[in-house]
Each structure stands twice: as C-alpha cells, then as structure tokens.
C-alpha cells in the first residue's frame, strides 16, 4: 500500500483519509466528498512537490525544493510519509518550516530468516552453518503533502 485516498468537502474543507474503502460514497455537508489527486492543480512544482532526501536512518522531507511560505493565510498543513505497511502524518502550523523527519530503515517490517535454534543451514559454500540474511528488499516510499490553497502533493523516493 503505498496510495492515500484522501478526500475533501468542498463546503465545510473536512479533510478525511480512507483507511479500508467499503464501496460506498464519502458524504459531508449533504453532498459526495471530493477525492484529491496528488500534483494536479496548477500551481508551483518546486513550492510543492516534496523534495526528499536520506541521510543515514533518516528521511528528511523539504516542501519543496524551494521552500513553500507558511504564512497564516498559505501553509503546508501536514506530510505524510507512506512505507510498506506504515503511514506516517506530521502536522504544521503556519511559521514553522514546511518540514519533516522519518525514521527510514529499508525492509525493517521484512521477516528475516535466522533459522531456529537446533536448524543447521547450508552456506553458499555448502559448509553447514546457522545464518541471519540481513539482505534489505527495496522498497517504495511516498511522501504527501497538504497546501491549504494547492491541495495535495506527493513524490516518491
Ligand atoms: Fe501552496
């Protein structure tokens, strides 16, 4: 899972995030929610498509490559990063800067093998040994972010 179904009321802004679709129609205010979709509305890519960067164990999110205003009026609301089975939400507020920090640990969620106690394993070498595979499948990361005024916005690493 690596798509947020976010949705929007046109009339009262209500923002809500689909966590298990039942089929039926997201409703508020009497009529059918809208849902958003990332990097359509006509407005500035450097100021709003996240710009992502690892450093380490981190995953530093910069909205975007030039830094959007965070202006009582024009800020970035919240990122969110989606890994794996994880989805992570950093809430703004206007002044502070438009961004975020992750923990970033490819393949953490992936079962490793370390073989049960009495389990002997052949090596590659067809020597018998115990082993723990510490090999860390890729992954997909995506980062959302929420512009009050451009809406939604996303990038993937
Ligand atoms: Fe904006």
Same mark, same amino acid.
């Given at each position: 899972?690596?798509?947020? +179904? #976010? *949705?929007? @009321? ?18 508020? @205010? ?7 979709? &990332?990097?359509?509305?006509? &407005?500035?890519?450097?100021?709003? !498509?996240?710009?992502?960067?690892? %450093?380490? %164990?981190?995953?530093?999110?910069? #909205?975007? +490559? ?5 202006? %009582?009026?024009? =800020? ?5 990063? #989606?890994?794996?089975?994880? !989805?992570?939400?950093? *809430? ?9 920090? =992750? ?6 969620? &992936?079962?490793? *093998? ?17 082993? !723990?595979?510490?090999?860390?499948? &890729?992954?997909? #990361?995506? !980062? ?11 990038? %993937?690493?």
């Amino acid at each position: 899972m690596n798509e947020l +179904s #976010v *949705y929007r @009321c046109a009339k009262c802004g209500n923002i809500v995030m689909m966590l298990k679709s039942g089929g039926g129609t997201l409703t508020c @205010c009497g009529q059918e929610m809208t849902k958003l979709k &990332a990097n359509t509305v006509d &407005a500035s890519q450097e100021k709003h !498509v996240p710009a992502l960067k690892v %450093e380490g %164990e981190k995953l530093m999110v910069d #909205v975007g +490559s030039v830094l959007h205003p965070m202006l %009582e009026e024009h =800020f970035i609301e919240w990122i969110a990063m #989606v890994r794996g089975n994880r !989805v992570e939400l950093v *809430y703004l507020k206007p002044g502070m800067e438009p961004k975020a920090e =992750f923990i970033y640990r490819p393949g953490e969620d &992936a079962i490793l *093998y370390t073989g049960k106690d009495d389990e002997v394993v052949p090596n590659c070498e067809g020597v018998p040994c115990n082993f !723990v595979c510490k090999d860390k499948p &890729a992954e997909k #990361v995506v !980062v959302y972010e929420y512009c009050n005024l451009h809406g939604l916005w996303k990038a %993937e690493l």
